[in-house]
């Protein structure tokens, strides 16, 4: 039987051979238990991640439109009284109406809430229900006041104080201002109160005048705040104030103390609890995918065939120079012509 030149070459040691990656190992089962939980453990924490930070730049870079805003009030005081007479004419105001209060409990006494003037400054005659009212609100029962009074909206007040007048009440808005006042001097015991100016939540951008006689612990206070609260109290009066242009109007209600839940705290730095909690989900995402990688073991793993010391396999094996092959091929070549020519003749 005759030999093929590459059959009389030199064979590599079985130990020298080096299999490419891959082969011999089956593929993938990816519906296999292991490889499932694999693909969740890896694709379900980016997922959620990609939702919360999705989630915050949409509430941060393109917040919800605000709902209009409704028609503006004229506030001024001129709107009611009119333009100033010239000359020497003079303006003969008319004796108010009687105060005719509507069935239910009141903050104060008819004949004393029939002293209140609308459109008009605080005045001297309206101190027996302003205490009336502080001592009626002391009485009782802030909780079940904001129960039982009835929502009204910033419209409602101003266009028709007599309906209201002496009335519970409620409605929610932003405080822009608080700050302690000295109330004056009485015998019912109120020595100072806390006015505040509030935005209405459903109303134009115009106050509401705001008596508490006392404010939640911790609440800011000043001449530049911005804290969402409820108010639950009693109306008394459309009060004059004198504005930066002229003078204008508003509500004045008088209540205990505003309904304020604390704005989450901020951690060091100025960064909130919730931009932590993103971060540290973020960090806990990063190391079960670092773990997941780096332990990923069982049936399912690929693994690489051991490395092999080639200098070690090829010990035994005789080397040549490309020049030393090919004479040998051709010296093959050669003697298996010469052979083939001795069987084939006759």
């Given at each position: 039987m005759n030999e093929?030149?590459?059959q009389r070459l030199p064979d590599v040691p079985a130990s020298a051979r080096v299999e490419p990656v891959g082969r011999g190992v089956p593929p993938r089962n990816y519906f296999a238990r292991g490889e499932r939980r694999r693909i969740f453990w890896m694709g379900m924490p980016p997922a959620?991640?990609?939702?919360?930070?999705?989630?915050?730049?949409e509430r941060t870079w393109f917040p919800r439109p605000r709902p209009p805003v409704p028609q503006q009030v004229d506030t001024s005081l001129e709107a009611v009284r009119g333009p100033q007479l010239a000359g020497d004419a003079v303006l003969i105001e008319p004796d108010p109406e009687p105060f005719t209060p509507a069935a239910g409990s009141l903050s104060a006494s008819v004949d004393a809430l029939a002293k209140i003037r609308d459109d008009a400054f605080f005045r001297k005659d309206e101190e027996p229900a302003w205490l009336e009212t502080f001592n009626t609100l002391r009485a009782s029962d802030n909780a079940a006041l904001r129960?039982?009074?009835?929502?009204?909206?910033?419209?409602?007040?101003?266009?028709q104080p007599r309906t209201f007048r002496g009335r519970p009440i409620r409605?929610?808005?932003?405080?822009?201002?608080l700050e302690k006042v000295a109330a004056p001097a009485?015998?019912?015991g109120v020595g100072e109160y806390w006015q505040g100016w509030l935005e209405p939540a459903d109303g134009p951008a115009s106050p509401i005048v705001v008596h508490f006689l006392r404010v939640p612990e911790g609440m800011p206070t000043g001449l530049k705040i911005a804290e969402p609260?409820?108010?639950?109290?009693?109306?008394?009066?459309r009060y004059a104030y004198a504005a930066s242009d002229t003078i204008r109007r508003a509500p004045l209600v008088i209540a205990l103390e505003p309904f304020w839940t604390p704005r989450p705290p901020l951690a060091p730095g100025g960064t909130?609890?919730?931009?932590?909690?993103v971060v540290t989900l973020a960090a806990v995402v990063a190391a079960t995918m670092l773990a997941l990688r780096l332990a990923n073991g069982g049936p399912t793993r690929r693994r690489r065939p051991d490395p092999v010391d080639l200098t070690t396999a090829?010990?035994?094996?005789?080397?040549?120079?490309?020049?030393?092959?090919l004479r040998r091929l051709e010296q093959a070549a050669a003697a298996t012509d010469s052979q083939s020519f001795r069987e084939t003749s006759p």
């Open positions: 093929s030149p590459e959620i991640l990609a939702v919360l930070v999705l989630g915050w730049i129960r039982t009074a009835a929502p009204v909206s910033f419209t409602e007040l101003f266009g409605f929610k808005g932003e405080l822009r201002r009485n015998d019912a609260v409820e108010v639950a109290g009693y109306f008394f009066k909130s609890l919730g931009t932590v909690a090829l010990a035994d094996v005789e080397l040549h120079s490309t020049a030393e092959s």
